[in-house]
Antibody, heavy 118, light 110 residues
Framework: EVQLVQSGAEVKKPGATVKISCKVS????????MHWVQQAPGKGLEWMGY????????KYAEKFQGRVTITADTSTDTAYMELSSLRSEDTAVYYC???????????WGKGTTVTVSS | QTVVTQEPSFSVSPGGTVTLTCGLR?????????PSWYQQTPGQAPRTLIY???TRSSGVPDRFSGSILGNKAALTITGAQADDESDYYC??????????FGGGTKLTVL
């Protein structure tokens, strides 16, 4: 069974950087694309980007371009999402989601809560 | 900027059938947008229901089906149950990589 285990909750100050991990089990990271999705409190889901762990290629949503970096460490079967220049609007739950394709998400992690507060 | 539209809310009676739609503010949705659908209950991670227009994800009952209806993607739930009460999101692939979520539909079963 494919499972995604995300790192724990984070509290950051404005302007800081957060890096969240997503470790896969039950399959090899290179078998799937890894997407990241943001959900602010009381709001809908917003796609941030994905990485193809096979070659490290990424694609990001325009909204997050320049602030987000998604990477994959195939030696540990772990994907990462780094978001910089944090502001209060980045307070959200962040989900990783694996998929056999770049155009949908299939298996989801449980989410990581990031709180940005001074 | 691509805007994906969904009904903000919908209601269905227990045992009834409901069809939620997913459109584009500008243009028509076709299978080349690879529409997918997700269910989310409060406090939980999303669950994938449908991808590539009409392929059910593993473990999803056949009460859930996807299609293209006119110029929109559609998710049909037949035999609605109380635990179908959730938020439903669609996603469209807009080409050259990005995917875009719709704003979601809050489904009430009553």
């Amino acid at each position: 069974e494919v499972q995604l285990v995300q790192s724990g909750a984070e509290v950051k100050k404005p302007g800081a950087t957060v890096k969240i991990s997503c470790k896969v089990s039950g399959y090899m990271l290179t078998d799937y694309y890894m997407h990241w999705v943001q959900q602010a409190p009381g709001k809908g889901l917003e796609w941030m980007g994905y990485v193809d762990p096979e070659d490290g290629k990424t694609k990001y949503a325009e909204k997050f371009q320049g602030r987000v970096t998604i990477t994959a460490d195939t030696s540990t079967d772990t994907a990462y999402m780094e978001l910089s220049s944090l502001r209060s609007e980045d307070t959200a739950v962040y989900y990783c989601a694996a998929s056999g394709s770049y155009y949908y998400m299939d298996v989801w992690g449980k989410g990581t809560t990031v709180t940005v507060s001074s | 900027q691509t805007v994906v539209t969904q009904e903000p809310s919908f209601s269905v009676s227990p045992g009834g059938t409901v069809t939620l739609t997913c459109g584009l503010r500008s243009g028509s949705v076709s299978s080349s947008y690879y529409p997918s659908w997700y269910q989310q209950t409060p406090g939980q991670a999303p669950r994938t229901l449908i991808y590539s227009t009409n392929t059910r994800s593993s473990g999803v009952p056949d009460r859930f089906s996807g299609s293209i209806l006119g110029n929109k993607a559609a998710l049909t739930i037949t035999g609605a149950q109380a635990d179908d009460e959730s938020d439903y999101y669609c996603v469209l692939y807009v080409g050259s990589g990005p995917v875009v979520f719709g704003g979601g539909t809050k489904l009430t079963v009553l």
